[in-house]
C-alpha cells in the first residue's frame, strides 16, 4: 500500500512535468492550426453575370460551407434572383435573395453582389431583367450545388 503510494505519487510530478514541458511548445501551433484550415478551405467563387451574353459564367458552382460567392456585373442590366428548380423564372420567395438591378455601361466596374454558403443544398438562381427581352427565357439561369 505504501509502496503503491509513493509509486503514484512520484509518477505524478513526472507527468506534469511532461505535460508542463510539451504545453508551451504546442499551445501555438495547436490554436493556429484550425485557423490557418479554415482559411485555407474556404474559398471565393467568382461567377460574371452577362459577361458574354444572357447568361452566368460559370451556370454551375460548387461551393463548400464556409465559401463566398460573388456576382460581377457586366453591361447591360442584369440581376441576381434566387429561384427554385420547379420555377426556374420565379423568385423562390419573397425574402429569397435578390441583388438588384445591376445596370452597368462599362468594365471593369465596382458592382458585385456576394451571398455566404451555409449549406450545400441547391441554390437556383436567375437574371430577372426582362426588357427589352426575358433574360431567364433566354436561358439566364444558374445553379450552385447541384443535386
Ligand atoms: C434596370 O432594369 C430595371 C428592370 O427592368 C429597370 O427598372 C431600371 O430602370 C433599369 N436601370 C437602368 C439604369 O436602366
Ligand atoms: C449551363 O450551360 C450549359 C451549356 O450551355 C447547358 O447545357 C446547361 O444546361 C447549363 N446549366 C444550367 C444550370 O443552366
Ligand atoms: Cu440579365
Same mark, same amino acid.
Given at each position: 500500500?505504501?509502496?503503491s503510494?509513493?509509486?503514484?505519487?512520484?509518477?505524478?510530478?513526472?507527468?506534469?512535468?511532461?505535460?508542463?514541458?510539451?504545453?508551451?511548445?504546442?499551445?501555438?501551433?495547436?490554436?493556429?492550426t =484550425?485557423?490557418?484550415?479554415?482559411l485555407a478551405? *474556404? +474559398?471565393?467563387?467568382?461567377?460574371?453575370?452577362g459577361? &458574354?451574353?444572357? %447568361? @452566368?459564367?460559370?451556370?454551375?458552382?460548387?461551393?463548400?460551407?464556409?465559401?463566398?460567392?460573388?456576382?460581377?456585373?457586366? =453591361?447591360q442590366?442584369?440581376?441576381v434572383?434566387? *429561384? +427554385?428548380?420547379?420555377?426556374?423564372?420565379?423568385?423562390? &420567395?419573397?425574402? %429569397? @435573395?435578390?441583388?438588384?438591378?445591376?445596370?452597368?455601361?462599362s468594365?471593369?466596374?465596382?458592382?458585385?453582389?456576394?451571398?455566404?454558403?451555409?449549406?450545400?443544398?441547391?441554390i437556383?438562381?436567375?437574371?430577372?431583367?426582362?426588357?427589352?427581352?426575358?433574360?431567364?427565357?433566354?436561358?439566364?439561369v444558374?445553379?450552385?450545388?447541384?443535386?
Amino acid at each position: 500500500m505504501l509502496v503503491s503510494t509513493s509509486l503514484l505519487l512520484g509518477a505524478l510530478p513526472f507527468t506534469l512535468a511532461v505535460a508542463q514541458y510539451g504545453s508551451p511548445k504546442d499551445a501555438p501551433s495547436s490554436s493556429a492550426t =484550425p485557423t490557418a484550415t479554415a482559411l485555407a478551405s *474556404s +474559398s471565393t467563387h467568382t461567377i460574371e453575370v452577362g459577361k &458574354s451574353g444572357l %447568361s @452566368f459564367e460559370p451556370n454551375t458552382t460548387t461551393a463548400a460551407v464556409g465559401d463566398t460567392i460573388v456576382f460581377d456585373f457586366y =453591361p447591360q442590366n442584369h440581376s441576381v434572383t434566387q *429561384s +427554385s428548380f420547379e420555377k426556374p423564372c420565379e423568385p423562390l &420567395s419573397s425574402t %429569397s @435573395f435578390f441583388s438588384g438591378f445591376m445596370a452597368t455601361s462599362s468594365k471593369p466596374d465596382t458592382k458585385t453582389f456576394t451571398i455566404a454558403i451555409e449549406n450545400t443544398d441547391p441554390i437556383w438562381f436567375y437574371c430577372s431583367q426582362n426588357s427589352p427581352v426575358d433574360h431567364c427565357k433566354a436561358g439566364m439561369v444558374g445553379v450552385i450545388n447541384p443535386p
